[in-house]
C-alpha cells in the first residue's frame, strides 16, 4: 500500500506564499492536488503528468500556483504565490499507479494523502 505524506502547510498573509510538498512511499505515476474547504466540495487544483512534462492548473489558480515534481524522491510539490484568503482549504495530494498522463478527476487517484492545512489571512 502506498502512503503519501503532505507538508509544508500553514498560516500567511494574503500576498504571500507557501510551498507544499508530498512525498509517496510506493511507485506511482501521475499526481495531483486538491483542495476542500469547509462546507465545500474537494476541487481539483492541479496535475501533471509521470513524465512531469504536461501539467494543468484550475482557473482559479493559474498564474500563480506551480505543480512540479521530481521523481527520484518521488515528491510532488505545489508553489503557491499570491495567495489569497479563498485558497484557505485542506489541500490534499492525490497519486495514481494507473495512469500517467494529467488527471484531474478524484475518481481516478488511488491513493491519498492525511490533509495540510493552509489558512490565508486577510
Known amino acids: 500500500q502506498v502512503q503519501m505524506v503532505e507538508s509544508g502547510g500553514g498560516l500567511v498573509q494574503a500576498g504571500g506564499s507557501l510551498r507544499l510538498s508530498c512525498a509517496a512511499s510506493?511507485?506511482?505515476?501521475?499526481k495531483g492536488w486538491f483542495r476542500q474547504a469547509p462546507g465545500k466540495e474537494r476541487e481539483f487544483v492541479a496535475a501533471?503528468?509521470?513524465?512531469?512534462?504536461?501539467?494543468d492548473h484550475a482557473d482559479s489558480v493559474k498564474g500563480r500556483f506551480t505543480i512540479s515534481r521530481d521523481n527520484a524522491k518521488n515528491t510532488v510539490y505545489l508553489q503557491m504565490n499570491s495567495l489569497k484568503p479563498e485558497d484557505t482549504a485542506v489541500y490534499y495530494c492525490?497519486?495514481?499507479?494507473?495512469?500517467?498522463?494529467?488527471?484531474?478527476?478524484?475518481?481516478?487517484?488511488?491513493?491519498w494523502g492525511p490533509g495540510t492545512q493552509v489558512t490565508v489571512s486577510s
Open positions: 492525490a497519486a495514481t499507479s494507473r495512469y500517467t498522463s494529467v488527471i484531474t478527476r478524484t475518481l481516478l487517484y488511488d491513493y
Open positions: 510506493g511507485r506511482t505515476f501521475s
Open positions: 501533471i503528468s509521470w513524465s512531469g512534462g504536461d501539467t
